[in-house]
């Protein structure tokens, strides 16, 4: 069990760049999550995968974002036009099938707008 | 709607006990979750309730009521590493398996 991993840890860009964040769950889990988190806050839910098929996406979340998961195995993010409110912290986390299971959460991806 | 309430934050000192209260209001309910976040760093898993009672898990230990809409972590012999973020989540909603987190409790452990 490697753990759940995220690349980049870190990514400063420019407002208006796109940017894809990218995700690789723990091998046999089949739920993959992305959150937000900013200062203070606890994390925001963005979306959620099981194996390749996205099964809800946040009504927070704008048309600027997508989620992908192509083969069910790693994930990726892409914020297109980035804002600057678009500056957090953003988790992924994966989860075994049933309801106890928790998620373990990768060390996440902090992206700064400028 | 979906809102989880927890104290901002807490201070304790060390060889304490401490209790961190959690009130959830949401359409559905699968469980509560308690995660623990130190500054920088990813939530860990800390505790996992279902039914109605209390869970223990060495220094730590989680209580839910249903009925109540309510859970609290209890954290016995405080060490100055449990200085953290401590984040109730509740899995609920019909038909979903997300989390849904409160704000978090920062919790600082004093000597």
């Known amino acids: 069990d490697t753990g759940v991993s995220q690349d980049p840890r870190h990514k400063i860009t420019k407002r208006g760049q796109n940017v894809t964040f990218r995700c690789d769950p723990i091998?046999?889990?089949?739920?993959l999550y992305w959150y937000r988190q900013t200062l203070g806050q606890g994390p925001e839910f963005l979306t959620y995968?099981?194996?390749?098929?996205?099964?809800?996406k946040s009504r927070l979340l704008s048309d600027r974002f997508s989620a992908e998961r192509p083969k069910g195995s790693f994930s990726t993010l892409e914020i297109q036009r980035t804002e600057q409110g678009d500056s957090a912290m953003y988790l992924c986390?994966?989860?075994?099938?049933?309801?106890?299971?928790?998620?373990?959460f990768g060390n996440g991806t902090r992206l700064t707008v400028t | 709607g979906q809102n989880i309430d927890q104290p901002t934050e807490m201070t304790a000192t060390e060889g304490a006990i401490v209790q961190i209260n959690c009130t959830y209001q949401?359409?559905?309910?699968?469980?509560l979750f308690w995660y623990q976040q130190h500054a920088g760093e990813a939530p860990t898993f800390l505790s996992y309730n279902v039914l109605d009672g209390l869970e223990e898990k060495g220094r730590f230990s989680s209580f839910l009521s249903r009925s109540k809409g309510y859970s609290y972590l209890l954290l016995k012999e405080l060490q100055m590493k449990d200085s953290a973020s401590y984040l109730c989540?509740?899995?609920?909603?019909?038909?979903?398996?997300?989390?849904?987190f409160g704000t978090g409790t920062r919790l600082q452990v004093f000597p």
């Open positions: 995968f099981q194996n390749e098929a996205q099964l809800e």
């Open positions: 989540a509740v899995r609920g909603g019909y038909n979903t398996d997300k989390l849904i």
């Open positions: 091998s046999e889990h089949n739920r």
């Open positions: 986390a994966s989860s075994s099938p049933g309801q106890g299971s928790p998620l373990h």
């Open positions: 949401t359409s559905g309910f699968n469980g």
